[in-house]
């Protein structure tokens, strides 16, 4: 190719190099995207020298490395030109995909918020990634999950469309994720650093063929995707406009290949090449390992492997079945193992669907692609060809690195990464997210069941680069997260007054209480104090003036006033009555000393008893401030000591008890 090709780009970076590393082939293609059209300006196919990946996983380093150094090599001689930058793709045989319900119960008085939502979304790929966990046999190996798909969210156990706004005592979501190990990115970036290119695009495999083998309006169609190389068959499913599964099965075109030599005799290399011959004639003459020569017909020698084309066709659809419930509409197949003879007429009867439906895909349905080589026509070249389309729309994204908490972490960067994505890898607990309700407080008053609602707690903040923000932000390399959890909020604990509806009347001008009888968990209460939980109160409420008067030692037989108007001791009281009584022929006096100071005290009453100095006193009790002393000189005394005159009162606090 001549210089003057590249003579309009001005710039490396417009360039796409794009390398698929198969388990037999190693395929890189270089071209550059204009006008809305990827122009392939080089390709170049390398076979490995021997088996230096198995099942799509790389196992020799070196081996690998000579390969693809020998494409970039070549195709940098094709174009005289150094490529520097290189798009590629993990095998979907390190792909897992799980499926997992997660149900939380919630506060029914809230409305159900979007992070509410993300966090229940995390709790679901948490599980997944717990249920990865416990199947994996050895943990030598972390799985990132690299993608999830909600299936269905539910709401008090029954399926809704979307959480957001609603009120329940419940709500689920039932999620699809998928997993891959980070050894697999691992071992491509030492491979490529080892040639000296730079990984700017990293995607899967299945989602780089997907990409160009099925347009986006064709996924509203229930298909299926399978990718049969050399060492695996990558599985992808669409259905209702977008792809709902990724699955592989473990065997592909090497299973053929090893059948071929065991039953002929023959080393690897020579039964792949006869493998591949069979697409091309009818009879074919080789010499086994003895020395016999064979002259056989492309038929006779299916049929002498027919039971393990027969095998790699039913665990295909197995898996098609396991992951889609169901037969696809129909089934793509792609790579270089699909193009075994009678194994698409094996995987259309498996499914039960017509041979029609079960359909080979070469690189002419790969729409607006110029100078596509013949040697890039086939169904080989999808996922090579998918890998550079895939890498146009995701320039630059591979791996970001971003700090959470302090904590620094590595995320692929196979979509948008948000907040969310970064504490799932992280392990953070979603619920840690969501303010939690203080307990409620129960108590009773004559039986009848009351509740004090607790709290609620402060939602979680969220910042990114020290500006708040939310789970949905889409992070970039370098950023730093913090996050501040939700809390729990307060439990009230009230006192016995701020749960009493305490009715005060005005009782010969001193404010006055209408509570007869006051008992918690059948103990008399004369003074506030805290309430327990399940504390059960028991009150008893003065009705008329008659009880009144009989609580604070006031005769009846006197002339009585409420609210101005003369009254009897059978009228009833309400909040806010002014009680006057008058007869001062039979008042009486006292003259005490209380805390030091002389008075002098009128009533209305045949005894004076402690408690009544409170009417006469400056003394709060309803706020206490230790233990309560009453002393008449000097010895203590309870409230109904009947005092007379000249004694010594003395009333305080004592705070060290």
Known sequence: MENNQLANIDDENELIFSLDIGTRTVIGIVGTYEEDKFKILASEIVEHEKRTMYDGQIHDITGVSYAVKKVKET???????????????????????????????????????????????????????????????????????????????????????????????????????????????????????RVDLEVVNITLEPIAAINVAIKKDLRLLNLALVDIGAGTSDIAITKDGTIVAYAMASVAG???????????????????????????????????????????????????????????????????IKYNDKSPSAVFLIGGGSQIPRLSNYIASFLELPEERVVIRGTNIIENIEGLEDTLSGPQAITPMGIAMTAIENRYKDFLSVKVNGQKIKLFNSKQIKVSDALVLLGFNPRKLIPKKGKDFTYYINKEKKIIRGESGNPAEIYVNNKRTSLECKLKNGDEVKIKEATKGKVKEPSLYDVLNIEKVLLNDKRVNLLKDVYINEDEITENKKLNDGDKIYIRKIKNIGELLDKYNLKKQQTIYKNGKISSIDDTLKKGDVIKTNNEDESNAINLIVNGEARTINYDKEEFVFIDIFNHIDFDLSKPKGYLVLKVNGEKADYYKVLKDGDVIEIYWDKNN
Request: net charge negative.
């Open 75 to 193: 195709l940098e001689e094709k174009l005289d030109i150094k490529l520097k930058k290189v798009a590629i793709a993990a095998a979907g045989r390190a792909l897992k995909t799980y499926r997992a319900r997660i149900d939380r119960d919630i506060d029914v008085s809230m409305e159900i918020s979007q992070r509410i939502i993300e966090s229940l979304e995390m709790e679901a790929i948490q599980k997944a990634q717990e249920m990865l966990d416990n199947e994996r046999e050895k943990k030598d190996s972390k799985y990132y999950c690299i993608g999830y798909t909600v299936v269905n969210y539910y709401l008090d156990g029954r399926f809704i469309e979307n959480l957001e706004g609603h009120k329940g005592n419940q709500i689920g979501a039932d999620v699809l994720a998928t997993f891959l190990p980070h050894v697999v990115v691992d071992s491509l970036y030492t491979v490529m650093s």
């Open 254 to 320: 090497d299973e053929i290949t090893e059948n071929i030599a065991k039953k002929y005799l023959l080393d690897y290399n020579s039964a792949e090449e006869l493998k591949i011959k069979l697409n091309n004639g009818d009879k074919h003459e080789f010499t086994d390992v003895v020395g016999i020569n064979h002259k056989l017909s492309t038929e006779e020698i299916l049929d002498g492997v027919e039971v393990s084309i027969k095998n790699l066709a039913k665990e295909i659809t197995e898996n098609i």
